[in-house]
C-alpha cells in the first residue's frame, strides 16, 4: 500500500524539527522536493538541507519537482483554487509514479504544519489512487512569531481569530474578538484599519537567517513595515510573512 506522510518541518530552522519529523524522513521510501521557481529557490534549498542534515537511510530517494503556478488572474477565486489543488495532485501522481514503483513510503517536507493554512492535506485526498495519509505534525508560523517577540498570544480567558490578509482588508476587523493572526497577507492589509489602538507584531522569513521582525504601535511602526517588507520581496524576488494585531482597551 502506498502512504504518504506529510511532515511539518517548521519554519525554516533545521533545529526546530521534531524527533518524529526525523523519523519519518529516514522512513520514506521516497522524499519529494518541490521547486517553486527561482524566485522562491530558498524553500527547496531549505529542504535539501534538512535532508542533507537529518537523512542516515542510504535506501531513502529524493526527487525534486516542479509545482504548477496557480492563475491569480482568475475571477471566481475558490474555482481557480480547485483547478490549482486538481493540478497539483496531478503533478504529485506523476512524480511519485516516475520514482516509485508500486508500494512504499513517500514523505513530502511542510513548510509550517499541515494543518494550517496549508493545501497539503486538501491535496493528497485528490489522488488517485487514495494512498494512506500519516501527517507529522510540525512548529506553525504563529508559534514561530510568537517566539520571535516573546508575546503570549491569547490574553487571559480571551478568544483570537487567525484569518487572511484578503479577508481583513475585505471585512474590516473582525468582530468579537481583540487579537487577530493575519497570514497569507500579499499586500499589508493592516494598512486599511483605522491604526487607533492597534498594536502589531510582525515578522518575515522566521526561522531563518534572514529572519525580520518589528512591533510597535500600528500608527508608529506601520509605514515602516510595508516599507522594509517591500525593500525585502525585491531583494529575495519573494516573502513569507505574518503578524498579530491587538486592541488597545
Not at 96 to 108: N, P, Q, R, W, Y
Request: glycine share 8%; net charge negative.
Amino acid at each position: 500500500m502506498l502512504t504518504l506522510s506529510l511532515i511539518g518541518i517548521g519554519c525554516g530552522d533545521p533545529e526546530q524539527l521534531t524527533r518524529a519529523a526525523v523519523q519519518a524522513i529516514n522512513a520514506a521510501d521516497l522524499i519529494l522536493i518541490p521547486r517553486k521557481g527561482t524566485a522562491k529557490s530558498d524553500l527547496a534549498d531549505l529542504r535539501r538541507t534538512i535532508c542533507a542534515d537529518v537523512l542516515t537511510n542510504p535506501t531513502t530517494r529524493i526527487a525534486e519537482f516542479d509545482l504548477p503556478v496557480r492563475d491569480a488572474g482568475e475571477v471566481d477565486y475558490r474555482k481557480g483554487v480547485d483547478d490549482w489543488h486538481d493540478a497539483v495532485a496531478a503533478t504529485w501522481s506523476r512524480a511519485i509514479t516516475s520514482h516509485l514503483e508500486g508500494d512504499g513510503k513517500v514523505a513530502l517536507l511542510i513548510w509550517g504544519d499541515p494543518s494550517l493554512y496549508d493545501s497539503s492535506l486538501r491535496i493528497a485526498r485528490r489522488l488517485d489512487p487514495l494512498p494512506e495519509i500519516e501527517v507529522i505534525p510540525g512548529i506553525t508560523s504563529i508559534q514561530a512569531l510568537c517566539a520571535a517577540h516573546a508575546l503570549p498570544l491569547n490574553d487571559i480567558g480571551e478568544p483570537f481569530l487567525v484569518t487572511t490578509g484578503r479577508r481583513l482588508r475585505e471585512g474590516g476587523w473582525p468582530q468579537g474578538v481583540d487579537t487577530v493572526v493575519v497570514m497569507l497577507d500579499g499586500s499589508t492589509a493592516f494598512q486599511s484599519l483605522d491604526p487607533a489602538w492597534l498594536d502589531i507584531w510582525w515578522g518575515a522569513y522566521l526561522g531563518m537567517p534572514d529572519q525580520i521582525v518589528m512591533s510597535g504601535a500600528l500608527a508608529e511602526v506601520g509605514p515602516r513595515i510595508a516599507a522594509l517588507r517591500q525593500q525585502a520581496r525585491e531583494r529575495h524576488g519573494w516573502i513569507m510573512d505574518s503578524y498579530i494585531l491587538k486592541r488597545r482597551p
